[in-house]
């Protein structure tokens, strides 16, 4: 098992910067990715940006490219996500999830475990 914490969520007027991070904690020596997926209510989960923990290598959802960076610190088993200009569009309930190797690394089926999520919201 792996858990999963967020925290940095909150209110911030549009243009404002947040940084959302996950700890994670467990079992986390076979984790090869972790993203962070967005929802609002009525509306599906959806992919925001993701980290493959070796390499760094990162991929992003368009709407957040240039805007959103994703980063990890291995040592401390935790992923960041740092969010600039942020946008009322933006606000939603935020998930970081762990990935063990599925291809699938766009989609929430791709993932194993999953936080509680944070709120984010922005206002205009």
């Known amino acids: 098992q792996v858990q999963l914490a967020e925290s940095g969520g909150g209110l911030v007027q549009a243009g404002g910067s947040l940084r959302l991070s996950c700890a994670a904690s467990?079992?986390?020596?076979?984790?090869?990715?972790m993203g962070w997926f967005r929802q609002t209510p009525g509306k599906e989960r959806e992919f925001v940006a993701t980290?493959?923990?070796?390499?760094?290598?990162?991929y992003y959802t368009n709407s957040v490219k240039g805007r959103f960076t994703i980063c990890r610190d291995n040592a401390k088993n935790t992923v960041y996500l740092q969010m600039n200009s942020l946008k009322p569009e933006d606000t939603a309930v935020y998930f970081c999830a762990s990935n063990r190797g599925s291809v699938n690394l766009m989609l929430p089926r791709g993932y194993d475990y999953w936080g509680q999520g944070t709120q984010v919201t922005v206002s205009s």
């Open positions: 467990g079992r986390t020596f076979n984790t090869y990715a």
């Open positions: 980290i493959r923990l070796s390499s760094g290598i990162t």
